[in-house]
C-alpha cells in the first residue's frame, strides 16, 4: 500500500513541492524569488525598489540583494497599519483581512498582514508533514482517529471590521482543509477560539475525554499542560486513578510540535503520555512555515524551499551590521549560527524573523533553530547562546537525575568582591540529588563546547554560575503578572542579557501557602 502511495504523492499535491526543491535547491529558490517580484511589482514597495527591473536580472538574487536592503518590523510598523486600514496594494497586490500578531497583542504589538497565497502554502505544509510522516514510517492508523491541535485565538477585530487578527496557528485553524474538519477535527474552532487560556485547556480536555484521539498537534510546553488537565478530568468523571494520557486515549501515535524547541521538553511528554509516540518537529512563525522534521529518527529540520518564502541567512555576529554579508541556501556552512531572513508571498521583504538556525546538513539542507537573536549573553565576552544553554541543562540532567520544568538565564547583579556570572533560575520537576554537582556539570558543559567561555572562566573573568532553584508555579505566576492575555503563543524568554525579567521571576515566587500552579506553561 505505502510504495504505490509514496509514488503517487510525490507526484501531486503537498509532496511533489517537497520533491521539487529536493531536486534543485538553488533553482526553487530563484523562480520563487522570480515569482514574488513579478507578482508585486505593481505595488508601493514594487515600485519603490523596481521589482520588475530586478526579475528580469539573469542573476535575480544579486540584483534582488543590492537594491533592496534588510528590514526589520520597524521599517514596514506604519505600512501594516495602513493595511490594516483597508489600503491596497502596499507591501502586495490587493488587501489583507488576516493579520498575525508576532509579539505583544494585537492593539500594540507587530502585527504582520498574512495574504490568502501565505494561507494557502502554511495550509499544504500542514498537511504535507502528515503526509510524509505516513509514506516515511509507513504508519498509517493515525488516520482512523481524530486529530487534536491546541491552536492560539483569532478574531474579527473591532477597531478593523472585516479583518482578523491573531496567532498564526488560529489562523491556519480557521481555514483548515475542509476534509480535516469533516473527518478529523476534535474540537470546533468556537472552543479552540476560546479567549481565556485555562478554560480553554480544560474544556476541550472534557470534550475529548471519549475521543479517540490519534494525533496532537500543540506547542510541547503547554502540552504538558494539558495532558495533566485531561488525566484530571478523566479520573474525575470515571473515579479512576489514570496516570497517564495513555489510559486515556489508547490510540495516540503521533505528536506534532511546534513554537519552542520539543528536545526541552520530550522526555516529560515521553513520561505523562506513558505509551509508544512518535514525535515531529515543525519550524513556523508568523513569518511563514519553514521547515519539518522529515525523518522521525533525525531531530533537524528539513528547509522547506518550495513553500512561498525565500531566506537569506547574516552570521550572528554580522547581525545589526550597516552592510552584512547576506548568505543563500547556495552559500551557507554547516555549523554556523545564522540570523534568518524571510521574504515572503504576504510581501515581507529581506524581513528579519528574529531566529538563529543552524545548518547540521547541505545535502539535504537541514536545519536546527539555535535561538533568538535575543537570546545571547556576551556581557563579559562570553558569549553564551540558547542551543549552548540547552545542551548545557540536558547535561547536568543527564549528570545529577534532575528534570526541569522551566528556566532563564541572566547576567547576576554585580557585586563588590565577587567575579561576573551568570544567574540559571530553574523551576525543577525532579530536584537534582546535589545542586552543586548539577552547578558544576553545566560549568564544565560550557567550558567543553564554548571557546569564549572557556577562556573568560580561565583568567577568572567569569565566575561558575549560580543556580536559583525556584518553587513550583513561579513562572506561571510571573507570566500572569506580566501578560493580559495568555495564549499558546506566550512564552518565557529563555534568556536575557538585561535582569528585567529574571528580577520579575524572582520576585514572582509564590509565598509557601499560596495554590501552587504545577506545570502551567
Known sequence: MIAPLR??????????RVK??????????????????????PTEWGHRYDFADIARQDDVVAAYQERVPLHTYDDIAEDARRIRRGASDVLWPGTATHFAVSSGTVSDGKVLPVSTETIDANRAFSVGVGLNYLVETGKWRFLLGRHLTLPGRVAEDPDHPG??????????????????????QAVPNEVSFIENWETKLKTIAERTLDQDIRLVVMVPSWAVVFFQDVIDAYNRRYNAQ????????????????????????????????????????????????????????????????????????????????????????????????????????????????????????LDPYKIEVAGRTSEMIDKFGEAIYAD??????????????????????????????????????????????????????IDRHLNEINRHYHIRRQSRGVGAPVIQDVPEGTFYAWLKASNDYISGQTKVPRMSAERTVADAILNARPSADAEVHSDQL
Open 20 to 41: 521539487m526543491f529536493r531536486d534543485a535547491p538553488m533553482q526553487t529558490q530563484r523562480h520563487m524569488l522570480r515569482t514574488m517580484l513579478n507578482h508585486a511589482a
Open 388 to 441: 549552548e544553554v540547552r545542551s548545557a541543562l540536558r547535561e547536568a540532567c543527564t549528570a545529577t537525575g534532575a528534570e526541569f520544568d522551566h528556566y532563564h538565564v541572566a547576567p547576576a547583579p554585580m557585586r563588590s568582591g565577587e567575579a561576573p556570572h551568570h544567574e540559571w533560575i530553574i523551576e525543577f520537576a525532579t530536584h537534582p540529588g546535589d545542586l552543586d554537582a548539577f552547578r558544576d556539570a
Open 242 to 361: 489514570a496516570t497517564t494520557v495513555h489510559e486515556v486515549w489508547p490510540n495516540l501515535q503521533v505528536f506534532i510540535s511546534g513554537g519552542v524547541a520539543l528536545r526541552s521538553y520530550r522526555e516529560q511528554l515521553q513520561e505523562i503520555i506513558g505509551g509508544p509516540m512518535d514525535f515531529i518537529e515543525t519550524y513556523g512563525a508568523s513569518e511563514g512555515f519553514f521547515a519539518f522534521q522529515d525523518d522521525p529518527d533525525d531531530p533537524s529540520l528539513l528547509l522547506h524551499l518550495n513553500n512561498g518564502v525565500f531566506y537569506e541567512f547574516v552570521p550572528v555576529d554580522e547581525h545589526g551590521a550597516a552592510n552584512p554579508t547576506r548568505h543563500t541556501i547556495d552559500t551557507v556552512e554547516t555549523g554556523v549560527r545564522y540570523a534568518l531572513h524571510a521574504t515572503s508571498y504576504s510581501g515581507l521583504w529581506s524581513y528579519d524573523v528574529g531566529d538563529v538556525v543552524r545548518f547540521t546538513s
Open 163 to 184: 479583518t482578523y487578527a491573531g496567532e498564526v496557528s488560529g489562523i491556519l485553524a480557521k481555514h483548515a482543509p475542509g476534509f480535516f474538519k469533516a473527518l478529523y
Open 7 to 16: 509514488a503517487l504523492l510525490h507526484r501531486v499535491g503537498p509532496l511533489s
